[in-house]
């Protein structure tokens, strides 16, 4: 059974600073691209990070960059998005992706990220 589970969003303060999960089941997980996206209140889905199987990383949308990192967990079929210097901006529905920005293959059902003093 093919499963996207995220956690760890919640409320932070501006400046502060969330790690959000997304654990992976029933795919091959280490051949695969991953990516983060997210639903902002009135705002259209837009993909702030993706990975590929080698590691490597992109952040398509500019106002994460140098603010949220991207990285995967093999052994655990686990993705992870560092999130620091958080905005009130940065509140929205955080989904992981199986695959590469703009891929709409398959999402978990979101993890809640609220940026609020």
């Known amino acids: 059974q093919v499963q996207l589970v995220e956690s760890g969003g919640g409320l932070a303060q501006p400046g502060g600073s969330l790690r959000l999960s997304c654990v992976a089941s029933?795919?091959?997980?280490?051949?695969?691209?991953w990516s983060w996206a997210r639903q902002r209140p009135g705002k259209e889905l837009e993909w702030v990070a993706g990975?590929?199987?080698?590691?490597?990383?992109?952040y398509p949308t500019v106002s994460v960059k140098g603010r949220f990192t991207i990285s995967r967990d093999n052994a655990n079929n686990t993705i992870y998005l560092q999130m620091n210097d958080l905005r009130r901006e940065d509140t929205g529905l955080y989904h992981c992706?199986?695959?590469?920005?703009?891929?709409?293959?398959?999402w978990g059902q979101g993890t809640r990220v609220t940026v609020s003093s």
């Open positions: 990975i590929y199987k080698d590691g490597s990383a992109i």
């Open positions: 992706i199986k695959g590469e920005p703009g891929s709409y293959d398959y």
């Open positions: 029933g795919f091959p997980f280490s051949n695969l691209a």
